[in-house]
C-alpha cells in the first residue's frame, strides 16, 4: 500500500473535514463527533481547544448565553477531529441547559468518543445580570496517575486564573 492510500485507510471515519456541503445542526447532537487514530499513543501531551463564540440558552428563560469553551486533554488511543467538534459545540445554539451542565455534557461526550488519559472542560461565560459563571470539570482515567491528576487540578485549577478576555 503506498502513503496516499494508507494515510486515506487511516482517515476513512473522517467524513466532515474538506466536506463543502456541511450541515450545521441547532439542536444538541453528539453523534456529530468524529475521531481518529492518535498516531502518538505512547507519549503523554496536551491537545488544547478554544471556542470563543459558543452558545447555549438558560433553560428557564430561553435566553442565549455566551462563552468561551477550553477543551484540554492528554489522548491515548483515539483523538477528536476539530471540525466535528466545531459542528458539537455549534448544535448547543439553541440548547437549553445550565452553564454547569453544558460544560459537564461537554466532558462526558467527549469522554464516551476518546477515552482520553485526562481531560478537562472549563467554561467561561459572560455576565447575565452582573454575574458570570465559569464551571470547571475534569476526569482522569481511573487507575492511573491520571487519576490523581485530577483531583490534583481540580482543588487547584482557579489558582492562577487565566486572563479572560471576553467580557
Avoid at 63 to 90: G, H, N, R, W
Wanted: glycine fraction near 4%.
Amino acid at each position: 500500500m503506498n502513503e496516499t492510500s494508507r494515510k486515506k485507510e487511516e482517515m476513512k471515519d473522517i467524513t466532515l473535514l474538506g466536506n463543502q456541503g456541511t450541515t450545521y445542526e441547532y439542536d444538541y447532537n453528539p453523534e456529530v463527533l468524529e475521531s481518529f487514530d492518535n498516531k502518538h499513543p505512547n507519549n503523554d501531551y496536551w491537545v488544547k481547544f478554544n471556542c470563543p463564540e459558543f452558545t447555549s440558552l438558560c433553560p428557564i428563560t430561553g435566553q442565549p448565553d455566551f462563552a468561551t469553551i477550553y477543551i484540554s486533554y492528554i489522548p491515548d488511543k483515539k483523538m477528536v477531529e476539530s471540525k466535528s467538534l466545531k459542528l458539537y459545540l455549534f448544535s448547543f445554539r439553541n440548547h437549553g441547559d445550565f452553564h454547569e451542565d453544558c460544560v459537564n455534557i461537554i466532558m462526558k461526550d467527549l469522554i464516551k468518543l476518546m477515552e482520553p488519559k485526562y481531560i478537562e472542560v472549563w467554561g467561561k461565560f459572560t455576565p447575565r445580570g452582573g454575574i458570570s459563571i465559569d464551571p470547571y470539570c475534569n476526569y482522569g482515567k481511573p487507575n492511573t496517575p491520571f487519576e490523581e491528576m485530577a483531583k490534583y487540578r481540580l482543588m487547584n485549577h482557579d489558582m492562577y486564573p487565566e486572563k479572560v478576555d471576553n467580557r
